[in-house]
């Protein structure tokens, strides 16, 4: 399973979201490769799920990915709901 983590610039934010998404994938025993990426980058790779923002995630409409939506990519409580919600 590859997920990608991204934010505007795909430096800072969604390095964050990556270590936190990694924190709770640890948690709830799951594998994946997760990466760290902008927007417009996004738009042309091929993940099995793509974790970003709701603002951001208008922007991907198109992609074939299926699309997580954090608020606040420092809690790892939301993190590992959304994630629990879309993966299971």
């Known amino acids: 399973m590859k997920i990608l ?3 505007g ?3 800072g934010t969604s390095l964050i979201l ?3 998404v990694e924190t709770v994938l640890r948690e709830l ?3 994946a490769d997760v990466e760290n990426t902008d927007v417009s ?3 042309g790779m091929s ?3 793509i974790i970003t923002s709701n603002e951001l995630a208008q922007t991907l409409a198109g992609t074939s990915a299926k699309v997580i939506i954090v608020n606040n990519y420092f809690d790892l ?3 590992k709901a959304a994630l629990q919600s879309q993966l299971n």
């Open 5 to 7: 983590c991204v934010c």
């Open 9 to 11: 610039l795909g430096q």
């Open 18 to 20: 990556r270590m936190n």
């Open 29 to 31: 025993r799951i594998s």
């Open 41 to 43: 980058s996004a738009s």
């Open 47 to 49: 993940p099995d799920y």
């Open 77 to 79: 409580t939301e993190i």
